[in-house]
């Protein structure tokens, strides 16, 4: 593979990567990611970009921030992606954040402990499939049975360096092909490989 193609797929991963981070998925984890998907929440496509968010499903995500600290959080960053953008903030939103500012919303308590890797693992099973969408690689070399001679990265060593270039250098890649050839796929279940147009947004 030339020098041109190879940083082609790098791009496109790295982009993707830097997207779901931008999105709060790696800090956040399972409780946002899952509540991203149920609450059909999208980035625009205005410059600058807020995350939109239906009007059936504002009130209903309003209610659940007043149970959960991930959500509230979740509930006030779609705020702020509309206060930077100058986009309107639906009624019920607008309503919760202006409380919260003023001391009114008391957060419900954050679990405690160490945040789990589930956000983390989440992108790179994400970053794979689309990888294996658009690119004809192989999963891993250990799956390619001409590993020995086939000079050709394979899908996931090309994740692995989208991962370190959006900062996450303390993966090893043997770490990153265990994530993908293991257990995930069962654990984080369908919504770790939703159909391209579920996210494309």
Known sequence: MDKIAHRRMLDNASEKIAHWIHSGFLANGREWIESWFKYDLKWSDTDP??????????EPLCRASRQSALILKLALFIASTRVEALAPIPEPLLELT?????????????????????GRDFIIIRAMHRTLQDEERHATQNLDYRAKRNRSPSASQIVHEALSENGLVDLSLGVTSRVIVGTLLEQLGPLALPVRERFDG
């Open 49 to 58: 970009s807020f995350i939109t968010i239906p009007e059936d499903e504002v």
């Open 98 to 118: 202006v409380k919260y500012l003023k001391g009114e919303v008391e957060p419900p308590k954050k679990p405690k402990g160490r945040p789990p890797a589930w």
